[in-house]
């Protein structure tokens, strides 16, 4: 039988595929063999794989995670889904195994998510929206 409900402990995996060209561009996909479809420019020893675990959200944290990003503009409701995708990341990312330039661990907290290179912050936000149904 699915599980008709989230328990605590649950966790969504991603798997996020980034590797450089020659020119230093980054770029990111959700397999190796798909970024190295994609884009032939890729120096081969650049691409490395990372794993970014989050917390599977029930329904109502997902409902909860939303009302800070509804803003009131002249008597009028506006909801940012950049601001409410980044808002998911910093509150439901668990943990990961991304290192910095120097090799060290990074660790998981606002600011480096927030320091996350657009195109990886991406591929992890799109496969977690995915597995919760938030598209």
Known sequence: MPG???NEG???RTTVVVGE???GRVFADLSKDSLKESFDTLVEDSIKEYCIVFQR???GDLVENT???ISQEELRSRF???IAQLER???FIKSWDLIDGEGNAVEVNGDSIRKLH???ARVAAIQFDAEVGVQ
């Open 57 to 59: 959200p029930s329904y």
């Open 67 to 69: 009302s800070p990003v």
């Open 4 to 6: 008709l409900f989230v």
């Open 21 to 23: 060209d020659r020119d």
């Open 118 to 120: 657009p195109l990886v």
């Open 89 to 91: 990341m910093v509150k």
């Open 80 to 82: 940012d889904p950049e």
């Open 10 to 12: 649950d966790e969504i």
